[in-house]
Every structure is written in C-alpha cells, then in structure tokens.
C-alpha cells in the first residue's frame, strides 16, 4: 500500500512564507502532485514533480526528493486568498498509476 | 472551455433511500475518476475510466454502489440504498490522458439523514 503523510494544519501571516512537507512511502513512484481545495470547492492543480529537484511557478514551488520520498510546497509572499488545504497526492505503479491523495494541510493566512 | 460539470451539487436524503450523481467531464478527456472525499481528508478513489470501460473499480463498494459511463462521455454514479456513513463529498475528475493533472468538478455534497 501506500503511506502519504503531511500537516494537518499550519497558521501564516500575510506576507510570509510557509513550507507544506510531505513524506510518502510506496514502490514505482511515477510522480507527485499538488493540488489547492477552497472550502466547499474542487481541487486545482498547483504542480507536477517527477524528477528531483525544484520547480518554480510564480509565488508557488515544489521539490521533490524520490530518494528520501520526500516533497515540499512553497508558499511565498502569503495572501489571504491562499487559506486553503494543500493535498499531496503520489501517482505509483504500487497502486495501479491511480492518484493516491494524503489528507491535506491546511493553511491558514492572518493579516 | 467548460469544465467538469456536476450536479446536483446538494442533495439530502433518508437512509435507505437511492441516489444518483451526474458528471459531464472535459470534452475530448477519455479518463474519468469518481472520488468520495469526506471531511477534513483527501479524495480516494471510488472507479477510474478509460472510455466507457471500467478500468479500476477495487474500491467500489459494489454491494451498494454502481456507475456506468455508457458512451465513453457522461457518467452516474448510483447508491442504493444510501447509509449515514454515505455522508460525504462525491467529486468527479477527469484528465486527457494517464499521468496528468486532473481536473476536477465543484463536487455534490450528500447528506444521508
């Protein structure tokens, strides 16, 4: 099976920066994704990691670490829009290539 | 370009009683996912797609779930009969080909009473 772990909560002044980690355990890892949910909204697409390293998209970036099974998203210059969950969702041939999502984090931004 | 689509986005029944959901996903997107996400947790996969096949329904409680997707189009995803434990968001996604991002409808909220 497959293990995805990440923060059930974190708190953020506006202005700031908050780093969302995420841990996954799982065989054929096939890529790792991060996805934005507004209360009571569908989740958007945020990023695609397959290959390690950093990937930079305006005030958003994540890393991937498949060695350590390890990925972070980065938010910077925090706005009050970005409250929301983050989900962390692992893609493997473990699991049939379907999207295996974590529980999500969710951020909270404060003036 | 329109997204997914699906409705209704509220329903609220009785124990016991059927329901069903409707989704028209992307046009031209072969690949479509029904998730249940309850509160405060992650979507998990109810079946996947590929056209009107399903290609992947092992977590589909079948004594009381099904779906179809008779044209390789829209789908319905059906309960009956629902249970309190049903309560949940029951989102649709779909996704141009295998691997990529999906994209998501705005979900149909049950509440089994």
């Known amino acids: 099976g497959q293990n995805i772990d990440q923060p059930t909560e974190m708190t953020a002044t506006e202005g700031a920066i908050v780093q969302i980690n995420c841990t996954y355990q799982?065989?054929?890892?096939?890529?790792l994704f991060w996805y934005q949910q507004h209360a009571g909204e569908a989740p958007t697409f945020l990023s695609y990691n397959v290959l390690d390293g950093l990937e930079e998209k305006g005030r958003f970036s994540s890393f991937l670490s498949r060695s350590k099974g390890y990925s972070y998203l980065l938010l910077k210059e925090l706005q009050m829009k970005d409250s929301a969950s983050y989900l962390c969702?692992?893609?493997?041939?473990?699991?049939?290539?379907?999207?295996?999502f974590g529980g999500g984090t969710r951020v909270l931004v404060k003036p | 370009e329109a997204g997914v689509v699906q409705s209704p986005r509220y329903k609220i029944i009785e124990k016991k009683q059927p329901v069903a959901f409707w989704c028209n996903p992307i046009s031209g997107h072969n690949t479509l996912y029904w998730y249940r996400q309850n509160l405060g947790q992650g979507p998990e996969l109810l079946i996947r797609?590929?056209?009107?096949?399903?290609?992947?329904d092992s977590q589909l409680p079948k004594d009381r779930f099904s779906a179809e997707r008779l044209k390789g189009v829209d789908s319905t995803l059906k309960i009956q009969p629902a249970e309190l434990g049903d309560s949940a968001v029951y989102l649709c996604a779909s996704e141009q080909g295998r691997g990529r991002e999906q994209f998501f409808g705005p979900g149909t909220r049950l509440t089994v009473l």
């Open positions: 797609y590929e056209n009107e096949e399903a290609v992947d």
């Open positions: 799982t065989s054929g890892f096939n890529g």
């Open positions: 969702a692992v893609i493997s041939k473990a699991a049939g290539n379907k999207l295996t």
